[in-house]
């Protein structure tokens, strides 16, 4: 979530080790290195503006966006539960108190 190039500089002032950042960074950046290369491959393809906006174009950019969404989701939905975290509303009211 944070700018590569932040990463790349804050990592050797904190110290973190050589291979914890690159095991980090390699798996960090394989989404986003799929969805660059399959949407340049997709749009090499393209020969005219109306192929761009047809419907299986439209289906394959979707297909990609939902694969680079997918990890982010089940490390949420795992981490959620191995923490057992729940998310309740701040503003809620008790039902056992009455306002009066």
């Known amino acids: ?3 590569n190039w932040f990463l790349n500089m ?3 002032i904190v110290n ?3 291979t914890f950042f690159f095991c980090s960074v390699f798996i960090g950046l394989l989404p986003y290195n799929f969805i660059c290369v399959q949407t340049g491959v997709m749009l090499s393809e393209v020969s005219s503006l109306d192929d761009l ?3 299986e174009r439209l289906l ?3 297909a990609i966006a939902c694969v680079a969404l997918l ?3 089940l ?7 191995r ?3 729940s998310v309740q509303p701040q503003n809620r009211l008790d039902t056992d108190k009455k306002v009066q």
């Open 16 to 18: 973190i080790p050589i």
């Open 53 to 55: 906006f047809s419907w």
């Open 60 to 62: 394959q950019l979707l």
């Open 1 to 3: 979530m944070t700018p």
């Open 10 to 12: 804050s990592a050797p």
């Open 71 to 73: 990890p982010s989701a």
């Open 83 to 85: 923490l057992k975290l």
């Open 75 to 81: 490390i949420r939905r795992f981490s959620q539960r």
